[in-house]
């Protein structure tokens, strides 16, 4: 009989777990917005976390001590996490276009005009440094992977610190920012445009820090080798989706709305019209 190269899966309380916690999570937090008390978002909090935590010590086991994953069970993971990021791209997507469309037909409630007349937030200063912050952590990020394939694990684990520091800084610039930002998120649709993506990104930002630590822990300990480290890759990657997610979060909340770039749809048109016109003569 061939062997199959792939395990089977021990029967796991986690899934369900995650699942009901990740409800019951976005349950309280739409309470707490209506005015109920945070404690309740903070107990599904505690719950998602150690569901998530245990269900990931169980993959860690299986891989590392059990040698469950084999090539083509790699392989599986590594099309899953794909689709994870796809369907990320997906849910940023529907942000962007709650914020382009509010942006490009602006209408009566808006006074035709986007942004609204109120005090937007600055392209320069805080953001244009954590734009930097950002950006800055790309090269040391590949460069702890190639060290970590050329088994230079000092290498890998200093880089990754970088990139770890670096993140951290900009979490706490973003907090700072919008903590003393000049509107709230009941501002209109311009607040609400603003503050989800620019929020929404921070929490994968913490996300992806978290990713990167376990990564850094689980290379401490030695549980990578030069050909085995699907972690150390996922983390990467996935600090490379929140690197592009923020250049277009950059581009649309900041600069869209502060160096004059306010065009509506019709103006687009127009201009295209004319451009097209003038070079066909």
């Given at each position: 009989?061939?062997?199959?190269p792939?395990?089977?899966?021990?029967?796991?309380p986690?899934?369900?777990?995650?699942?009901?916690?990740?409800g019951?999570?976005?349950?309280?937090?739409a309470?707490?917005?209506?005015g109920?008390?945070i404690?309740?978002?903070?107990v599904?909090?505690?719950?998602?976390?150690?569901?998530?935590?245990w269900?990931?010590?169980?993959?860690?086991?299986?891989a590392?001590?059990l040698?469950?994953?084999?090539?083509?069970?790699q392989r599986g993971?590594?099309?899953?996490?794909?689709?994870?990021?796809?369907?990320e791209?997906?849910f940023f997507a529907s942000?962007?276009?709650?914020?382009?469309h509010s942006?490009l037909?602006p209408?009566?409630?808006l006074g035709?005009?986007?942004?609204p007349?109120?005090?937007?937030?600055?392209?320069?200063?805080?953001?244009?440094?954590n734009t930097?912050l950002l950006?800055?952590?790309?090269?040391?990020?590949?460069?702890a992977?190639?060290?970590?394939?050329?088994?230079?694990?000092?290498?890998?684990?200093?880089?990754l610190?970088?990139?770890?520091?670096?993140g951290?800084?900009f979490?706490?610039?973003?907090?700072?920012?919008?903590?003393?930002a000049?509107f709230?998120i009941?501002d209109?649709?311009y607040g609400?445009?603003f503050?989800s993506?620019t929020?929404?990104?921070?929490?994968h930002?913490?996300?992806g820090l978290v990713?990167?630590?376990v990564?850094?822990?689980?290379a401490?300990?030695?549980?990578?080798?030069?050909a085995?480290?699907?972690?150390?890759?996922?983390a990467?990657?996935?600090?490379?989706?929140v690197?592009?997610?923020?250049?277009f979060?950059?581009?649309?909340?900041y600069?869209?709305?502060?160096?004059?770039?306010?065009?509506?749809?019709?103006?687009?048109?127009?201009?295209?019209?004319?451009?097209?016109?003038y070079l066909?003569?």
């Amino acid at each position: 009989m061939k062997r199959c190269p792939f395990h089977r899966v021990d029967p796991s309380p986690w899934p369900l777990l995650t699942a009901w916690s990740l409800g019951f999570t976005a349950m309280m937090f739409a309470q707490f917005l209506h005015g109920d008390p945070i404690w309740r978002v903070l107990v599904g909090l505690c719950l998602l976390v150690s569901s998530v935590y245990w269900w990931f010590v169980d993959i860690v086991t299986e891989a590392t001590f059990l040698g469950k994953h084999t090539r083509r069970v790699q392989r599986g993971v590594r099309i899953g996490f794909c689709m994870f990021l796809v369907s990320e791209t997906m849910f940023f997507a529907s942000f962007f276009w709650a914020f382009f469309h509010s942006a490009l037909a602006p209408g009566m409630a808006l006074g035709f005009f986007w942004p609204p007349q109120i005090y937007t937030m600055s392209c320069w200063g805080l953001p244009l440094l954590n734009t930097s912050l950002l950006l800055s952590t790309v090269c040391p990020c590949n460069l702890a992977q190639a060290a970590l394939k050329a088994a230079e694990l000092k290498t890998a684990l200093i880089t990754l610190g970088i990139v770890m520091i670096l993140g951290g800084c900009f979490v706490v610039c973003q907090g700072y920012e919008i903590y003393s930002a000049k509107f709230t998120i009941a501002d209109g649709i311009y607040g609400s445009c603003f503050f989800s993506l620019t929020g929404l990104h921070g929490l994968h930002v913490i996300g992806g820090l978290v990713f990167l630590f376990v990564a850094w822990n689980r290379a401490r300990l030695g549980h990578f080798s030069s050909a085995r480290h699907l972690n150390l890759t996922f983390a990467v990657w996935y600090w490379h989706f929140v690197d592009v997610i923020w250049i277009f979060v950059y581009s649309a909340a900041y600069l869209w709305s502060n160096l004059g770039w306010q065009w509506t749809f019709d103006d687009a048109f127009n201009k295209v019209n004319w451009a097209l016109g003038y070079l066909m003569g």
